[in-house]
């Protein structure tokens, strides 16, 4: 993640660049990573597409430079669970990175630091945030972001 206010504000000027959307310094997305069946508390592992995984939640800069993952939680575990229990939500709560935020996907929770998009814009305005949304996460999987987590699921873990 960026340190200190400098590196904060250059990961938001890159950001903006991309598609006009302000104060973002990162994109956050969760990956279920294939697993073997372990043999305790096995149907933890299982997520809502019926293997057994772990939920990886990874941010990524301008740049799709890793910043922070996360990876303690079985497949079952919802991303939203996920945020609220990592280290980087704590170091948002404590008012590290100012008022920057993270994009993440409906599977997020919209909060404060970490936006989501409208599930039903209403309007114009939801409608063109939605839009800048979009476009800002789809130019980093275009350039990888996902695909490169998403790779890692050819190897399993054990």
């Excluded at 740049?63 to 922070?68: A, E, S, V, W």
């Excluded at 409208?118 to 695909?147: C, I």
């Amino acid at each position: 993640m960026p340190r200190g206010m400098p590196e904060v504000i250059a990961t938001k000027q890159k950001f903006y660049r991309v598609s006009n959307f302000p104060n973002v310094i990162g994109l956050i997305d969760g990956s279920h990573i294939p697993i073997a069946a372990p043999s305790l508390n096995e149907d933890i592992y299982v997520n809502r597409k019926n293997f057994h995984s772990l939920n990886i939640q990874a941010v990524c800069d301008a740049n799709q430079i890793f910043l922070d993952f996360c990876n303690r939680y079985p497949g079952s575990t919802h991303d939203s669970f996920v945020w609220h229990n990592c280290t980087l939500y704590r170091r948002f709560q404590a008012g590290e990175f100012g008022g920057a935020h993270l994009l993440g996907d409906s599977g997020y929770p919209l909060e404060e630091n970490l936006m989501t998009p409208f599930m039903q814009p209403g309007n114009h305005s939801e409608v063109n945030y939605n839009n800048s949304h979009k476009r800002t996460r789809a130019k980093q999987k275009d350039k990888g972001l996902y695909r490169n987590i998403s790779e890692t699921s050819r190897y399993h873990i054990f």
